[in-house]
């Protein structure tokens, strides 16, 4: 394991490590089991941030259930999001009627899952509920429950297990942390 990342001016050291991430993703995923046996849910992944995650929690599901993604973009530098965002590709599968579990990378403001929330209401789903595994707690802005959440960390910036600084960074097995 490579412990530390520099680039840009930025040092990366590691925050979570993939053993971690594993014993998380398996009790989220138990948790899911338990709350939709039977229920036949529809996993609804964020690209591209949350595709390793998504995967990773299915497998740990003990009960049948489908998966679909939507893409959203938001403008904005490397680190932080202008707060515009708009839809890059919608989900293909009819919703409607459908118990729906949204699964995020990260919620940072909590605009994107907002934002999120919003469109997927629109489809009459017999319930929605939301899967983070990262929440920066004291800085997102949610005025919905969040069910399913991996972690709480800090107002910091992250990469890895999905998570990208400008596209790179998202094939590393652990989740690592910069200051600023
Ligand atoms: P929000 O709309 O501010 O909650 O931001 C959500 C999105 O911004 C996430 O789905 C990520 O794609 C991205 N993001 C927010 N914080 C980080 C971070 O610390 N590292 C990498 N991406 C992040
Ligand atoms: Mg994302």
Same mark, same amino acid.
């Given at each position: 394991?490579?412990?530390?990342?520099?680039?840009?001016?930025?040092? /990366?050291?590691?925050?979570?490590?993939?053993?971690?991430?594993?014993?998380?993703?398996?009790? !989220?995923?138990?948790?899911?089991?338990?709350?939709?046996?039977?229920?036949?849910?529809?996993? &609804?992944?964020?690209?591209?941030?949350? /595709?390793?995650?998504?995967?990773? !929690? $299915?497998? @740990?599901?003990?009960?049948?259930? @489908?998966? =679909? *993604?939507?893409?959203?973009?938001?403008?904005?530098?490397?680190?932080?999001?202008?707060?515009?965002?708009? !839809?890059?590709?919608?989900?293909?599968?009819?919703?409607?009627?459908?118990?729906?579990? &949204?699964? @995020?990378?990260?919620?940072?403001?909590?605009?994107? &899952?907002?934002? $999120?929330?919003?469109?997927? =209401?629109?489809? @009459?789903?017999?319930?929605?509920?939301?899967?983070?595994?990262?929440?920066?707690?004291?800085?997102?802005? &949610?005025?919905?429950?969040?069910?399913?959440?991996?972690?709480?960390?800090?107002?910091?910036?992250? $990469?890895?297990?999905?998570?990208?600084?400008?596209?790179? *960074?998202?094939?590393?097995?652990?989740?690592?942390?910069?200051?600023?």
């Amino acid at each position: 394991m490579n412990n530390t990342i520099k680039t840009d001016g930025h040092v /990366f050291t590691v925050m979570i490590t993939d053993e971690q991430i594993r014993s998380e993703v398996r009790r !989220l995923g138990r948790e899911i089991t338990n709350d939709f046996k039977d229920k036949n849910p529809i996993f &609804v992944g964020i690209l591209n941030g949350s /595709f390793l995650f998504v995967a990773d !929690l $299915i497998r @740990e599901m003990d009960t049948e259930c @489908e998966i =679909d *993604f939507l893409k959203i973009g938001s403008y904005g530098d490397h680190m932080h999001s202008s707060g515009s965002i708009r !839809l890059d590709k919608d989900v293909s599968a009819k919703l409607k009627g459908r118990h729906v579990i &949204v699964v @995020e990378d990260i919620i940072d403001s909590g605009l994107s &899952v907002t934002f $999120i929330k919003n469109h997927l =209401d629109k489809m @009459e789903p017999a319930s929605l509920s939301f899967a983070t595994l990262l929440l920066k707690k004291e800085k997102a802005k &949610v005025d919905f429950p969040i069910q399913y959440v991996g972690f709480e960390i800090g107002n910091e910036f992250v $990469i890895g297990y999905g998570l990208d600084f400008a596209q790179r *960074f998202r094939h590393l097995k652990d989740i690592y942390v910069t200051k600023s």
